[in-house]
């Protein structure tokens, strides 16, 4: 198989230390939802919403609304839109196994590699020297993701470090900040940052393969960083809402990535997707959604008390879903049990056709009918076949190819079911079970006071400068001062030019 490479591109280096510092929302604007069920704008006051929010008014007085959202006087929205819309257009040349801006990931410092014992299957550093000595075991810990490599990075530097860089260390490898605990308030562990290559990064969701692989402890004897992260794995997150469509009292909201637990999702990923609950513990993952939008619904919207406005507190329900077309290597979920052909598996996501020689791929449903998944339902990322097969190498082949898309799943739902007793944030609410903090952004998903070195959160001493900015934005963007109330440019649909152009996947609603 040849190697794959994916490209992350230098610009997106400067934008992230210069936005994310001015995106976090007030701890107001996080809630805890059940499941699907949840108030998501709840004791906000009017300049402290979301712009879209009064697009909810709009659609009380119109009864139908259907325009593109261009916040172009938010700057939250102006830095995430430089930093996802950045990511989707790059869809075609990134891959699935490197990391990216805002994740949580395992990693270690230091230049050995890593290499298996033939006897015991355990992965301990290596010089890259003798065959059979083997040194201690690494010390995995978690990070977020703070800056990309200014460089291309391809799948073989999973397993080795490439010797003609262009760049130091400092501009090839991403740089990483220790996970503090996000039940304290001591943030002292995220000033410990480091460079790192990627043959010293795993995805968190392998946790449980990573690390008992590599020293056969317990969690409790690991790094506290990686407990810290296990208790955010019930998070959730959106970014980059394009899309407002509704009929009183019913609206959705699209956007084009998510940050669920530990990974960014945006579309074109191919996400795996839990079985049924009944046959988890039998059945190994068999079905993939290729995102084409994240899509909130919401249910039943009420206006305020007083009839001036409707802000998306008072309403029956709120649901986040994945759409987008499903696929399955199991013929009997197969519609018609015929499989993908050739021709239409070469446009699917790598993720996909580099288990073609496992599997066989059937969609799910008609070919031409897009299929929607509950965000509690995803496990996160399909990766390359070649990807897994360097991370775990000695692990059985077919094993390895009967398990390459189910393994981490185990790992996730253990996190998600201890973040339900260890996340401070969810104690509030007695019944355990279907419950997850959904944060304005990532920054207040994770509890971060520092991101890159830069103050962040409610250690950012410049949020009360943000009003100030907005207003500059609009005098920019010609929309004069005089309504101090957040902006929003609308575009309808028939108008909208330009969306999704270049050579990202464009988002579907």
Known sequence: MPPLQGRVK??????????????????????VVQATLGKRYMGLSADEQPSHVHLFTRLRQKGKVNVSIQESSDINWMCERDLVHKSLHDLPSVHAFLPRIGELVLYFVGDSLLKQSTDTGETRLWDGCSESKLGKFPEWRVGVVTQLPEEPVSATEITNEKKDKKYALNRSGFRVECYPDPNSENKDLSRQSAYVP??????????????????????????????????????VSLSWAYHFKGTWPSATIYHSGIFLGAELLIVGDAVRIMPPRAERS?????????????????????????????????????????????????????????????????????????????????????????????????IGRAYEFDAVLRWFPKMNVDQLQRLSMTMGSGGVTDARNSAHYEDNRLAD????????????????????????GVDVGDADEGKADKRNWEKILMVLNGAGVKNTTRALDTVDEEEEEGLGKGKGKKPRI
């Open 10 to 31: 230098p610009t997106l280096r400067g934008t992230i230390s210069k936005c994310l510092p001015v995106q976090a929302g007030p701890p107001r604007a996080s809630v």
């Open 198 to 235: 990627l043959k010293n990064i795993r995805p968190f969701n392998f946790y449980r393969e990573t690390l008992f692989r590599s020293s056969g402890n317990t969690l409790n004897d690991s790094h506290p960083s990686i407990q810290h992260a296990i208790k955010a794995m019930l998070t």
């Open 282 to 378: 039998r059945r190994d993952v068999s079905d993939v959604l290729v995102i084409d939008s994240v899509a909130v619904q919401h249910s039943h919207l009420k206006a305020e008390p007083d009839g001036s406005r409707v802000t998306g507190d008072r309403l029956g329900s709120i649901k986040i879903v994945f759409r987008g077309h499903a696929y399955t290597t199991i013929t009997s979920r197969a519609k018609g049990g015929v499989p993908i052909p050739l021709q239409e598996m070469g446009r699917l996501p790598t993720a996909i056709r580099s288990t073609n020689h496992i599997y066989q791929w059937y969609h799910i449903g008609p070919h031409t009918e897009r299929q929607e998944v509950d965000f509690f339902n995803v």
């Open 429 to 452: 609410f007695p019944v355990r079970g279907g419950r997850w903090f959904w944060a304005n952004n990532r920054v207040e998903a994770l509890d971060l006071t520092s991101f890159n």
